[in-house]
């Protein structure tokens, strides 16, 4: 990767305005690919501002960041629609590392912005299914305060609504993300443990997978009717442990690898034969133990994996 010396001034602004937009609009829609779309009208807007309005905006990115937030607010209440007639189980785009996304695109390609995303627990798989349960107004409204700290005045020009409204919006959606933690009270997967769950499933170790798997384990395979996948929750350790090793029955040659799934440790599972990328996998653990498993198999959530 080029050094910022190497690169033009006016490619770095680019790619910085980039970056700030994706970090807002993949946590507000839960899709490189809705993000990405939803840059590009922001700048289509932009640019059809006269030379005189863009002159007249103190500051273009805090215009862009504006903009973005009202697409995407209208983009959550279409997605509510599109949701409805989704194949099977819906699951967040799953985002690699930066490691994997560099080493998938040329230096050139100074503006692909995926590597840029930064990776905390607002990107978790985890907390972006709880986000898809609110409302477009709820998840704008917590996103933008509680994630990048802006002022409830400044929500209420974008959301529409009072800045008192905004304020109950954001309140909202927070009582409900604490209250789905606490029923939860899942975290992260160690990395170790993810080894370890690694090994008993390629050893096909029924015992061992079930030992790792919390009673309450349940397995959510998102394929949108693109490929063959459980078109239901999996739940219970008996019969994810089940599911897992069928996986292989049906693909002898499925290779796994670790990787970094929205900035936690995950799987990624490739075609022995061809190297494609078949599903992306992440975790939840609970009292040590696994209790989510999601698996994205829908292929066109995986083009950032290839």
């Not at 936690?264 to 975790?283: C, D, N, Q």
Request: charged residues 25%.
């Amino acid at each position: 990767m080029p050094s910022d010396e190497e690169v033009p001034a006016e490619l770095r602004d680019v790619a910085g305005e980039r970056r700030a937009l994706l970090n807002l609009t993949y946590r507000l829609l839960g899709s490189v690919t809705d993000a990405e779309d939803a840059i590009q009208e922001t700048y289509v807007r932009w640019y059809k501002l006269s030379p005189r309005q863009r002159d007249d905006i103190d500051s273009p990115l805090g215009w862009m960041l504006k903009t973005a937030g009202r697409i995407c607010l209208d983009m959550l209440g279409s997605a509510r629609a599109r949701r409805e007639r989704y194949v099977g189980e819906w699951l967040p785009e799953p985002l690699p590392g930066p490691d994997r996304w560099t080493s998938q695109r040329s230096s050139a390609d100074l503006t692909d912005p995926a590597d840029q995303v930064t990776m905390d627990e607002s990107v978790s798989m985890a907390l972006l299914l709880v986000l898809d349960t609110l409302t477009p107004a709820e998840r704008v409204s917590f996103v933008l305060h509680d994630v990048f700290q802006y002022r409830f005045g400044e929500i209420a020009e974008i959301v529409g609504r009072s800045t008192g409204a905004c304020r109950q919006l954001a309140s909202s959606a927070r009582h409900r993300i604490h209250a789905a933690r606490t029923d939860a009270t899942a975290r992260r997967p160690p990395t170790e443990l993810v080894t370890t769950f690694k090994s008993a499933w390629e050893s096909g170790n029924f015992g061992d997978l079930l030992r790792m798997l919390d009673p309450e384990a349940t397995a959510i395979t998102d394929s949108g009717g693109l490929v063959t996948a459980a078109p239901e929750p999996i739940t219970g350790p008996h019969a994810v442990a089940q599911f897992l090793l069928e996986v292989f029955d049906r693909q002898p040659d499925l290779v796994l690898e670790h990787t970094s799934v929205n900035g936690e440790p995950g799987l990624v599972a490739r075609s022995g034969t061809t190297a494609a990328v078949l599903a992306v996998i992440s975790f939840t653990v609970h009292n040590d133990r696994i209790d989510r498993i999601w698996v994205v198999r829908n292929p066109e959530k995986l083009r950032q994996w290839k």
